[in-house]
């Protein structure tokens, strides 16, 4: 059976796999919620949800850096990789042993048809479609809760040392806009680097995010940015809400409803 990814490669599986190595933390939760927790073997050790996978699954490494020795002894039928969250190297070397999928989310179209490719893939299309059914409830839903709401400027950081922010072209770009933010870093690259001495005269933002992940952000960082926000308000956000595609977004909206109530 012969397959495209999101990356319009092809590749082709013998048989449904069984054995599958996830390098992607929400495709991992993903596969769970599909119902294929017995199918997954290997898994990065950032694949946090659901905890108990890490008890019960191979570690083979982060999402930069695997351990290619485990994954070839694990004999998988397919891996799962992702264009930002994997290096092209490792997808070009996986490549050469295993079938490998890679997906490119920066919408929630996307999202939903990587969803679909997955239920196909995997012999799991109707669960793959109660999964997008639900997701596309939850949209529409959403959509009309924030149709009146007025635009806040944001910033939105994901690193410190050098100070980092999502930009242009990035899924959390994406719902920024999705959730009535402007991200006054949009027009600066996906990941740019900023000097937070200019961030009023960069944008000036209403309000400045720091995500919970990739950088664990603490008060003292919060009392950092203020010393040049000014007005801007400093919450602290969960970045997995705002970055994690899938069946995450089945509970995303209520976080992003949520987060408007209490602003």
Known sequence: ???????????????????????????????????????????????????????????????KNIKLDKIKELQPDLILCNKEENTKEIVETLEKFFPVHVSDV???????EMITQYGNMLRC???AAKINQK??????????????????KVAYFIWR???MVAGQDTFVNYLLKLCKFENIYEA?????????EKIRSEGDPDMVMLSSEPYPFKEE???????????AK???????????????????????????QSL
Not at 106 to 112: C, G, L, Q, V
Not at 243 to 250: D, E, F
């Open 221 to 231: 960082h919060a009392f950092e940015l203020g010393r040049f926000t000014h007005h």
């Open 106 to 112: 920066k919408t929630i179209d996307e999202s939903m």
């Open 1 to 63: 059976m012969e397959f495209t990814d999101q990356m319009l490669r092809t590749f082709t599986l013998k048989k449904t796999p069984k054995r599958i190595v996830s390098l992607v933390p929400s495709q991992t939760e993903l596969l769970y919620d599909l119902g294929l927790e017995d199918r997954i073997v290997g898994i990065t050790k950032f694949c946090i949800h659901p905890y108990h996978l890490k008890s019960t699954k191979t570690i083979v490494g982060g999402t």
């Open 188 to 196: 600066h690259g996906r990941y740019p680097e900023v000097n937070i």
């Open 125 to 127: 299309n109707t669960e």
């Open 161 to 163: 040392k050098p100070w």
């Open 135 to 152: 997701i596309a409830f939850h949209l529409k839903d959403f959509q009309e809760f924030v149709k009146d709401i007025p635009v806040q």
């Open 234 to 260: 400093t919450i602290f956000v969960d970045g997995e809400y705002f970055s994690w595609y899938g069946s995450r977004l089945v509970k995303a909206f209520s976080y992003f409803k949520k987060l408007h």
